[in-house]
């Protein structure tokens, strides 16, 4: 892969890492302020709607520059909202700054993927980079979980730091402080990412002409056969991984009976399940073959649909192991695909935007109906049972209309096309 590729991961490794301890930090913030419960899930929810609402921009923003500096910039944004977090800053307006970071630096990570390396790498670059993403979640989550521990915040307690105003006047802050020490880490590997040598086009300043072309990108990736397969799996997917992550900390809570800093051990263990998913599909599946892991999706919705009938720890962790593990190797074949066709459609920068757009406004919409849902008071089993329907039904489509464009247009023939020109 090469030495550059590994700077990237270490980099996103770090950066993510950070996301996730700082969401379980503000999570414990939000509970010692008495928030409302709906609150917890609206943290995704400020986070992602940067994603949203700059999708026209921060492609073309990635393409205009050398994605080191894209990445550096953006993490520098991540630490800004950190610290506003550590200043006593709500943590919904602190969390929506990280998130702002965040969609800046997402198509600069990938992107850079296709810049580096040739089509036929993608998958197993895929699988590296997200199993490591992964990696960075699950010991994001325990470090997080292990940070708000009782006995964390009493050990903080004992040492008795002056609190200067707004700064150090709660137990939860040196740990947002920590934090931002992991965003540091992160933005010094991004001064160590190489310049690949691409070409890149000036940023257009005029906004409406950004929008368009932005609007045309997205129109093309949905028309072609294969772009909006990849795009629909991955949008639902996102969509429901985002959720999910607050329905097992809830599901932790009232069918298994554990506190904030145990329930995200369980996130952690689905997070496991996902890494050894994603790195078998690098092993096992090409990008000519990689639509036929669609059926996964509906097996992961049946998984998901079992966890009403678990009220024992070590099974829910066996399962959550299986549902992690469907969804990394469904998942990161479907990703691979959508990359290398936008990347022939449209640029890598511009391609990322999209699939980030569509994704994370499946995020924003799902997180919405979550926080309303709880709003409403709807157990968590109910949820559950919904949530995981939707999505049996949602991949079913799918499948279908893949089937459906099969019979229209060879889609192998056309991957074999792509790969003989380039």
């Keep these: 892969m090469g030495f550059g590729f590994y700077i990237v991961m270490a980099a996103q490794f770090f950066s993510a890492l950070a996301d996730n301890a700082l969401l379980i930090a503000a999570i414990a913030l939000l509970m ?4 409302p419960a709906e609150q917890i899930p609206l943290l995704k929810f400020f986070f992602t709607i940067s994603y949203v609402l700059l999708a026209a921009f921060v492609g073309a923003f990635a393409d205009a520059m050398p994605k080191w500096r894209v990445m550096l910039i953006s993490n520098t944004i991540k630490i800004a909202g950190c610290a506003m977090m550590f200043m006593d800053i709500h943590p919904l307006l602190a969390y929506a700054v990280v998130g702002l970071g965040a969609a800046a630096y997402s198509p600069a990570k990938y992107g850079i993927l296709t810049e580096m390396l040739p089509a036929a790498k993608l998958v197993v670059a895929n699988g590296w980079i997200e199993g490591l993403t992964v990696g960075a979640i699950i010991l994001g989550t325990l470090l997080g979980g292990a940070l708000v521990h009782p006995a964390t915040l009493q050990w903080i307690e004992t040492l008795h ?11 939860i802050d040196p740990i947002v402080m920590f934090v931002g020490l992991l965003y540091i880490i992160a933005a010094i590997f991004n001064l160590y990412v190489p310049d690949t040598g691409v070409d890149h086009k000036p940023l257009h300043n005029n906004p409406i002409y950004l929008i368009r072309e932005f609007s045309h990108c997205v129109g093309l990736l949905w028309r072609d056969k294969l772009g909006q397969i990849s795009l629909a799996v991955t949008t639902l997917f996102w969509g429901a991984g985002a959720t999910l992550q607050f329905i097992v900390l809830d599901w932790a809570r009232v069918n298994l009976d554990l506190q904030l800093s145990e329930a995200t051990n369980m ?18 599946v090409t990008l000519k073959r990689s639509p036929r892991v669609i059926p996964l999706g509906i097996a992961m919705a049946a998984g998901i649909m079992a966890m009403i009938a678990i009220t024992n720890v070590s099974l829910a962790m066996l399962l959550m192991v299986l549902v992690g593990g469907l969804a990394g190797f469904f998942v990161v074949p479907m990703n691979a695909l959508l990359q290398h066709r936008g990347h022939v459609l449209m640029g890598a920068g511009h391609s990322i935007a999209v699939q980030n757009f569509n994704e994370n406004l499946s995020i924003l919409m799902m997180t919405a109906l979550y926080a309303l849902l709880i709003h409403f008071g709807l157990s968590v089993n109910i949820v559950i049972a919904l949530f995981a329907l939707f999505m049996a039904g949602s ?9 459906a464009n099969q019979r229209e247009y060879d889609s192998v023939a056309l991957l074999d096309e792509e790969h003989q020109r380039h």
């Excluded at 730091?161 to 137990?171: C, E, F, I, K, T």
């Design 267 to 284: 996130q952690g263990v689905v997070a496991v399940g996902v890494a050894v998913g994603s790195v078998l599909a690098a092993k096992f």
């Design 395 to 403: 991949m079913y489509l799918v499948k279908l209309r893949h089937e």
């Design 32 to 35: 010692n302020a008495q928030a």
């Design 161 to 171: 730091m002056p609190a200067l105003g707004p700064l150090l006047n709660s137990s």
